[in-house]
């Protein structure tokens, strides 16, 4: 009784993850149609992630203002920029701005500059 309970959870645990990332897909198409059902879309898909304790992938969460809770697509709803090493995210619905470090990795540094050589 106990295993096939807990086999249950890791199920829908699973199903719970495949949701969320195709509420995050809806909520995509759907923002330059009605912003007001894409809001409706991610709301869900942080519901069913309270839910299910399942957290939102860090891909998608990057995506995701923390004040107002919109899906942010740069052009459409948010503005992005790089300074000082750290990639700024602006939410234009609430002015939010997230901040997090820019490093680029080294394989991509060699792929620009053939003259960077990641010994030094
Ligand atoms: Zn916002």
Redesign the pocket.
């Known amino acids: 009784m106990a295993k096939s309970r807990k086999k249950n959870k890791t199920i829908s645990k699973y199903i719970a993850q495949e949701r969320i990332v195709y509420l995050f897909k809806l909520a995509k198409n759907e923002l330059s149609q009605d912003p007001s059902r894409s809001h409706r879309y991610v709301t869900l898909a942080r519901k069913v992630g309270m839910r299910h304790r399942v957290s939102i992938p860090a891909s998608l969460k990057r995506n995701l203002?923390?004040?107002?809770?919109?899906l942010?697509v740069p052009g459409n709803?948010s503005r992005t920029r790089l300074k000082d090493g750290r990639i700024t995210v602006t939410?234009?619905?609430?002015?939010?701005v997230k901040r997090y470090p820019f490093r680029p990795s080294k394989t991509e540094l060699s792929s620009v500059h053939p003259a960077y050589d990641p010994h030094y």
């Open positions: 203002c923390k004040k107002c809770g919109s942010l709803n939410c234009l619905v609430c002015g939010e």
